[in-house]
């Protein structure tokens, strides 16, 4: 039986990894700018946490995620999204009790069972940023800041702010009744799930992918319209500083974001250049009631969230070239005879000592492989320990970019062997 790996899953390797590294460095390093501190969450949580915080009728909770019950009965999920799982931590380790903002960026595995496609899989890599305890609009502007400049260093051109308002609790109720009496009269035409999210959760509807419930949406109310002073005023608020900071946006009034526990701000960053619907390239928003609900103080958070998986595809998509800093010089030490291998140790050993990337040929072949191996394994050096290298103390060492030869004393000229390899940085 030949085993493959589960479906919706994928194996790293190649030039995906230097993809995937240089996204997550990009991120680490724009975070480090920005003062964000890493927090490591499990990869499993009480299920409660993620139906309480997502909402238990969202598509996530009722149809995606995968939970299971461990040997004493408790219900376990995976967890789908990052934020719930920060926002228990907070709570949990009292994070929140010295100076406010709290800014933490997270960086993990997410699971969701859905049908697999380019950029979506049930295994999915994710980063984002959560900035907890501040109401301020200056603070939703800033993680926005943050987002678009991720994206701008990554290399995406032509990049559009989508933002909108989905106000407080008390405004959303007044609108809430008028989408319902608005929906009712084309509930036939909608599409199963959005039937029922109309007396269930109608916000739900604006995430419908289908067309037809999406033309529907057309001249439905706009919350925007609805917001109550408050909100309004947060909402010009976070405007203004993004004039400020020249990020170019557009007011969306029918964007929503997919779970629950949003309110005020949301937004997602595209990109002109995608040809295609799903054009998105991440997003987030403000979330002011979770922490509370979870059990924990009444402060006010934002954040967003990154699929990993999605932006390696979409650069490559976009063909999106980038430097990668300049590798340690590789050195492959051939030995040519088991009987030598003391000798080809001693060499590994003074290399490795000194942090340069080092190898040796563990199985034993002719000269001529070997050196087609080392070309084809990127080394940039060959040193080759046979008879005449342990006789004389000589060694060769075989520039292999250049197509030079050097010999050089073992015991004399060390420190020509450091100054031939530096050479290559």
Known sequence: MTLNSPRGTKDFFGNDIKYRNFIINTARQ????????????????????????????????QKEMYT?????????????????????????????????????????????YERPQKGRMREFWQLGVESIGIG??????????????????????????????????????????????????????????????????????????????????????????FLCS????????????????????????????????????????????????????????RYDDLINQFGGPDIPATGFAIGIDRTLMLMKQQNINFDIKKEEPKVYVIVMDKNYQSFALEVVKFLRD?????????KIKNLSSELKLAEKSSYNFAVIIGEDEVNTGNITIKDIDKFKQYKINWKSQKNKIIKLIWSKK
Request: charged share 25%.
């Open 136 to 225: 301020s609009s200056i603070i939703d502007a800033e993680v926005i800041w943050l987002l678009n400049s991720f994206f701008k260093q990554l290399g995406f051109r032509n990049l559009i702010l989508l933002i909108n308002s989905i106000g407080c609790s008390k405004c959303r109720v007044k609108y809430i009744l008028e989408l319902k009496k608005y929906l009712k009269p084309f509930k036939g035409e909608l599409c199963f799930d959005c039937q029922n999210r109309i007396d269930s959760n109608p916000l739900r509807i604006f995430d419908c992918k289908k067309e037809g419930c999406r033309k529907i949406l057309e001249d439905s109310p706009k919350i925007n319209s």
């Open 230 to 285: 408050e909100c309004k005023d947060h909402f010009e608020g976070v405007l203004n500083f993004l004039k400020i900071l020249e990020i170019n946006y557009e007011v969306n009034p029918n964007l929503v974001r997919g779970f629950d526990y949003y309110t005020k701000t949301i937004f997602e960053i595209i990109s002109s250049d995608i040809k295609s619907a799903q054009n998105a390239l991440g997003g987030g928003g």
């Open 354 to 362: 000194k942090n340069f990337a080092c190898d040796i040929n563990f």
């Open 68 to 112: 299971f019950l461990d040997k004493k009965g408790r219900s376990l999920t995976l967890r789908p999204e990052g934020t719930a799982s920060v926002v228990r931590a907070l709570i949990e380790n009292k994070l929140y009790s010295n100076r406010l903002p709290v800014k933490l960026f997270y960086i993990g595995n997410m699971f969701r």
């Open 30 to 61: 724009l975070f480090y700018v920005y003062n964000y501190s890493e927090i490591i969450t499990p990869a499993f949580e009480y299920t409660e946490v993620f139906s309480r915080s997502i909402g238990e009728e969202t598509d996530i909770v």
